[in-house]
Every structure is written in C-alpha cells, then in structure tokens.
C-alpha cells in the first residue's frame, strides 16, 4: 500500500470508533423519533402510526412554539454572554498564576459533586425570602422585609451561568495554557503594552477555547429543562420544558418527536455555523 | 499590574459565586432542622448519622462512581482519537464530522432517551448496566471532542515534525510530544465526561435497569416526598472527599519529596 | 376454598423447612411447585419455580419503600424465594412514559395515583387480570375503593386498592386564619390580597379542579370551560410559582416563601408533626384521590397476586400508611388501624368515603389531551 492511502485511512480508523458509537446511538435511534413524528395520538392515548404531517404542521405554525423557541435562545444567549464575561478573566488568572492550576481547575468543578438539582435549589436557600441574603439585609437593616428575588428570568439565568460557567472556564483555560507565555512576552518587548499584546496575540490564539466554551454553554443552556422549573416563575419555561411535558405529561410522543427534532435542527444549524466560521478548519487556516 | 490585580479580584469573585451554593449545602448538612430557613435555629449531626444509615444511598453512590469512571474512561479514548483524527488529518469533511460528534448534547436528553429505548425496543434487547454506561458515553462525547479539538489545534504540528526529524518514529512523536501536550485536554476531557455523567437525571431515569439508581436518580425519588437533607450529608462527604483527602495526599507527597531533597 | 388454605399450609410447612435449612433452595422450589400442581390451579406453582425469578416493583421512594421493603418484600422473598426488585419514580407521568417504552413483562407492579391514571393504562392496553381468589387480604379493603376500578376494567380488576388522601389547601396560619381559609375556600388561591404568596402544583387536572371550585361548578362536570381557564390565569398571575414535588412543596411552605397553596394531606401533616404553624382544609368537593397497587399486563400472575396479598396484609399496609401519611385502603369497621392513622387527615372512620369526591375518570381522561396541552400554554401567559 502507498504512504499516500495509509495517511489516508488512518483519520477515518480514529473516527471510526466515536462515528460508528455516535451513529449506532444517535442517528439511528433518532430515525425512530423521525419515524414517530409523522404518527398521530389518538383520543384514548395510543399512537397511530401513518404519515400525518399535523406535529409538523403544529410545530412550524404555532407562534406559541416559535416565542418560546426565540424566547429560549435568548435566554442561552444571555447566559452565554455572561459565562463569558464572567470565565475568560478567571480563565486567564488560573492559566497565568504561579500557584497549583490543577488544584484551581479541580476546585471549580467542586459544585458538580453536589447533583444538579440540589444546586440548583440550593439558590431558594440563599436568595430566597428566608434565604442567607435576605437574613444579612434584615440583620443589617437595609431591608424590613424579604426582597423578592427568585421566580424570574434573572433567577433562571443565574442558576444556568452557575451550572455552565465551568464549562466555559475550562475550555479556556486549557487554550490559554497551550499559548506559549513568551509570545506575549515577546510582543511586550517590542513596545507593545501588556493590553495590546493581550489583544493582538494572545485573545485570537484563545478564540477556539472562548468559541468551545460558548458553544457548550448556549448548546447545553438551551435545552435545560430543570433550572426554569426549580427557579423560574409560573411562565418561565424554555423550549425543552415543552419537549419534555409533550413527552411525558401529555405521552403525545408524536408532537414530542416533531418538537424535538425541530430544536434539533435550530441548534444544528447554529453548530453548523460556529464550524463553518469559528470552527477546526478554519481557525487552522488563520493559524497556518 | 494593576490589570492583574483587578483580573485577580474578578477570579476571586468568581469563585466565591460557584462556592455559595456549596457553601450552603455544607452549612445545611449540619442543620438542626429539616428546612433551611435563615438564620439557623442549631447544630446536628443527624443527617450524617441518617446518611450513614441509608443504605439505598450509599449504593447509589457506588453505582454513580462506577459508572461515572467507566463513561470517562471510553467516553475520553473515542473522544481523543476522533479529536486527533479532525485536526492532524486533512479528513474530507471534518466540518460535517465535527458537527455529527457534537450533535448528542444538541438533542434533548428526554429525546435521546426515548429514542434509545424504542431501538432497543426494536432489537429485542433488554435493558442493562452497559446500556445504561452505552448512553452515557453518547451523551459526555461531545464535551471530550470539543475540549480536545481546541486544545489540539493550538499545538503546533511542527513540534510532531520536529521529533520525527530527529528520529522519532509516528507513534514515539506521538507518546512521547504530542500526548504530554495534550494532557490538559485530555484531564479536563476526563472530567466533564465523569461529572455530566456522574450528575445525569433524565437519561439514566429511562435507561437504567431494574434495582439500579444512581446517586441523581434516587434524590430524584426522595424529593418526590420531602427534603432530605441527608442529601446535603452525603454532598459535604464527598467534598471533604475529593478536596480534603487530595490535599492531604499532595501535602504528604511535598513532605516525601522534601525529605528526599534535603 | 379449603383446597387453596391446605395448599397455602402446605407451603407454608414447606417454608418453615427450607427457612430451617431442611432444604436446599432448589429442592424448596420444586416442592413448592408440586404443592400448587397437587392443588390444581390453572397454573401451577411447578411454571412459577421455573421461570419466575424475581418481580419488578416501582413506588415512590424513601420512606414509603422502606416500610414495603421491611414489611413485605422481605418476608415474600423469605417464603416463595422470588426476589422483588424494587425501583423508583419521582412521577406517575415519568413512570407511564418509561412502561410505553419497555417491553412486555419489564415492569410488574406498580403504586399507581388516582382512578384517571388506572384508565389510562387501561386505555393504553396494559391492564391484567387478578385472580381475586389468590389474594384473600382483600376482603378488608373498603368495597367502594375496589368498586370504581371495576367500573373502569368491566368488572375485572388489574389493581388493588392500597391508600387515598386529598389534596386540599395548606396554609400558614401566621398569614391566614382558620376563619379566613374556611370562608374563602378554594377561592384562597386567587385572593389577590395574597399576591405573590401563592403556589400551586403544576398539575392541570389539579388547576382544574381548584378553578372548578373557584368559579362555583362541579369539578366532576365544568359547564362554562372559559370561565374555569380564566380563573387558571388569575391563580398563575398571583402565584410566586408553580412547585413539582413534595420537597418543593414542603420548603415553600415552611420557609414561608408562600402563605397558601395546594397541597398533599399526608406531606402537609408530616409538616404539623414537625410543628410547623401550618393549616390544612379540605373544601366542599375538595380533591380526593386513591392510589393502587397495580400489576401490568405480561407479568407472572400467581407471583404478583401472592405478592399483593403480602402488601395488603394489615401489619404492612399499617406500617406504609404510618410512614406515608395516607390512610391505607383497609376497611377500619373490620381491622384495627391502630392509634396513629385515625388521626390523619382525609382518614374516613365509617369506611365509605362518602366525604370525599374523587375524579370521574371518564369525565377527566376524555379531557386530558385537549386540557393538558392547554394547560401548558395558558401557564406561559397565553
């Protein structure tokens, strides 16, 4: 065999065992769910299998699912904007410390052996009316009464930038720490200031550890389920809230199937774009 | 310096966020009463004692932990390997590839756990401990492949070339330049794989066998009832676990080290 | 009769011998299995020995499957050497979604909510059919909890009857006073005096019920549907938010987050017990439920029934009723229920029930599909 065919074959046997889990796991059992989409429920709760367009027809029309659709990216969108803000400068900190990164990094992901949904109600004890903050307000005398400050769009937010902030972090981090620290020393050299050298060289060689973290952090946020339904008001809900009740609570796995396979695209699409722009190809072309 | 000063006091901040509801969830643990209103009524170590005693827990617990490592340990050897695949290779659509291993996060998990099933459903196969780890390595893929691949792109190939030149074989370039380099990503990839699994609810309340819960699964049926804050015991347990002995470890190591130094 | 009782002494003595160590397991099992073939049931004990290994139950879990795991897995598992594997939900909607994606005979038994959700599995082809001869505990259960079920399955049953409870309105009597929680009723809950001190489960037959009192109609037959959504709307506009489980619930209430919501009797009066400062009412066609055990179809019958009758024996359905707070299925004019469980809320002494009102199944599930969609729109504000 030529050098040529073996350089080429060898990518695809690394592929292979993640593209084959990947399809065996995913793809096909998802064409189960396309499959179902076409069915319809009936009165008494029973699938009846056919080819009915009435979940797509439902899905695409209905303005009620295209606002909590826009409605939910915008909450991903926000959460991703502030896990940024908040993860890139923490990121930077650890990656150009002098102290131990491995024990800060493991540090951050302390709050995962707490499981999610106890986090997450964790926030009603510090943020609630009898919560730990609003006791140091009274305590202090800047309020008489409990200050409402759970049951929003704020409050979902804030415990979805909690659950996602480290993902953001690490994704950094571990970019930041594969820029070698004597580039930006070298551009300090030659005059540049600390600032100018951070955003010349050192913020576009951490593009794809941001673009990473972003992607996870808007991915993963909107299709959360549990934090609008522990930490959201009586109409905060975001898309895969109706996912799961068309699921589970109305067992309309035929719409489910439809809704779902409908956020599937949204979000695929937005990957697509993120590779296309953001993605391997062609930060390597900008690094090449 | 100043901008480093400010950049540290921002990171610290940052932490103390992440921190507060640990924080809580220790302080809580060791509450006198079941709900926990502010400013505490007293102290107990009740919950641990009921922790202790509940054994349905604890198994879960062992469940989580062997689950958990299973799912990091394959979830990172594919993930590396594709990863791999994508950025040394010129792989005819990688674009089309990348977004295909990430696309087990973008599906909503309620979906992915349907839809797993109605497939077992329609091999005949029943449902077992290796599908359950099965699902949880789909799902905890995506965050190895990104994590890797941004990792990747950023070490420069001409390292790898620069070894072969000198004599290296492939695969010596590879154990020996490459992978070091890699070890961040691969650690952090570790990591997200054994917590989002370690943490998972919803896929692995459809995909798990009979007489298996895991540690979520089971809060999950104990909130149905009342707050236990035996829960909060068992949270304080493990991070006095994986910080707490950790530390101790590397404290006695620096110890060693010293003694052999000197 | 006397055939089935000399058979059931017969394992019993086998029981004693193999519990003894007499026996070796398989041998145990193979008597076991002769005894039912000697005592001609339509299948025998000898298939039982063979084939059934274990049972799969699902129930709510901590202390409700702590006291069925004491009281009467064990002692079954002891006698037929048939092992109960018992798993959990955190709710019958989660639970009914997971049985649709399993396979036949994956699931056994399960501790299922209210008569709507027996109908529901019964719409969707899943009921079995008990032999009642093989169950003789349940001549203590109330007649008129086994009747409805009847009712829906056409005179067979597919469950037993197991606990009932309510779901009334809990409130913090540092806030409301009695005085006021019982003039104002279900109406409590769209008191705008009370805005943002207010909750509610997010259940649509639940916020049907309660709009069906607030507007004055039959829960069990709502004239003016408009009227009924629009006081849903009134309730989720005053409402702080919406809770998902007991601990949810019960945190709402006695962190005094909220002053009056909905709420379980038996997790309500664990609260009392704790000394929380909390009411609990049940108004005029307040919302009874009763929950049952129930076998699905494809699983072992004689196993399931032996089982059942473990369940229902009055020590165990006692022990389950004192940890759940629900008062247990049993008859009180013919077992002694002991001090603890006359004093639970929704308890009906004279063992008819004719206090509580209960969801017509036919009424609420030809509506489930239209109103729990509905639901689910009206809550995000349309």
Redesign the interface.
Known sequence: MSVEAREARQPWILLAPALSAVTLLLFVPLLFILVYSFWLRTATGADQPGFFLDNWREALTDPFYRDILLSTLRIAAITTAVCALMGYPTAYFIARSRGDKLLMVLLLMLPFWISYIIRTMSWINILGASGAANAALMALGVVSEPVNMLYNEAAVILGLTHYLLPFMILNVFVSLEGIDANVEAAANSLGATRWQSFLEVTLPLSLPGLAAGGLLCFVLGAGTYITPLILGGPRDAMFANLVFEAIITQLNWPLGSALSLMLLLVLGALVAIYNRYLGMTQLMKGLG | MM?WQL??A??IA??V??????G??VL?SFNDS??????MTGLSLRWFAELWSNE?ILRAFRTSVALGLLTALIST???V??A??????R?PG??A????????????????A??????L??L?L??SFALLL??H??FT???V???V???L???RRDVEEAAMSLGASPAQAFFQVTLP?MR??VL?GG??AF?VS??D?TGT??W?P??V?T??????????????PE??AL?TA??VM??GL??LG?AIARRLAMKDGG | MTRKMNAVARCERLRERYMNGDLDRRSFLGLLGAAGAACGLATPYRALAKEVTHIRFDGWGGVVSEALRKHAFDPFEAATGIKVVDGTFGGGDEYLSRVKASQPGEYNIAHLSGVFDYARYHNLGLTSELNEKNIPNLQYVIPKLIDVFRKVSGGALSCVPYDYGTTGIAYNRAHISDDEAKVKGAKLLIDPAHKGKISGWADWRTRMWYAALQTGQDPNGIVDEDAAWDAVRAHRDLALKYWNSGAELMSLLAEGEVHVTEGWSGRIYALQEQGHDIGYIDPPNGFGWQECMFVIKGSPMEACEELLNFMLAPETAIAVAEAQNYPPALDPTKVDLGPKIPTLPAFDPSGTLAGLTFADPAYWNSREAAWSKTFGRVQRGY
Do not use: C
């Open positions: 901008g950049i540290r921002w990171a940052v932490y966020f992440m921190f507060l509801p640990v809580v969830v809580l079941q709900f926990g209103s502010f400013p349905a050897t594919l993930g390997l594709a791999l695949a994508l950025v040394r290779y792989v990688a674009n590839i990348s977004t295909l291993l990430i696309a087990p996060i973008l599906v909503p998990e309620v979906v992915l349907v839809a797993l099933l109605l497939f459903d329609f005949g029943h449902k099965l699902g390595v789909i893929l995506p965050f492949v990104l994590v691949q941004a990792r792109v950023s070490i380099l961040p990503a952090a990591l997200f917590t370690f943490d609810v309340l459809f798990k009979g007489g819960e540690v979520p699964t089971q809060i999950f049926a104990m909130l149905r009832n009342s707050i236990s829960i909060n949270g493990m991070i994986t910080v950790p530390l590397a």
